[in-house]
């Protein structure tokens, strides 16, 4: 039961990254192709995130970026 419920997390997590990512490539004019593989960690990219173009990373690892790139404004910011 607490599998399950992991599971729904991560694809929750999947979800909102991807939304994010979208929200992002849209506003950037970038158009390179996605890897196969994440550039950080070497995990397998899902094929839906990659046809999103120009994943570098994971979920988990753009996840963790994206975090420290919030921070990292949130600073600059202030
Ligand atoms: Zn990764």
């Known amino acids: 039961m607490a599998i399950d419920h992991l599971d729904t ?3 929750l997590q999947d979800l909102l990254n991807t939304t994010a990512l ?3 490539l849209s506003q950037s ?8 593989m994440c550039a950080d960690c070497d995990a397998d ?3 839906a995130r990659q046809r999103l173009g120009g994943v570098t990373r ?4 753009e ?3 994206q975090r420290e790139r919030q921070r990292e404004q949130q ?4």
């Open 58 to 61: 994971c979920v988990e690892c």
């Open 45 to 47: 990219i899902p094929e």
């Open 75 to 78: 600073r600059g910011r202030r």
């Open 22 to 24: 979208r929200h992002q």
């Open 9 to 11: 997390a991560t694809e």
């Open 63 to 65: 996840g963790y970026f």
């Open 29 to 36: 004019v970038t158009h390179m192709p996605s890897l196969k």
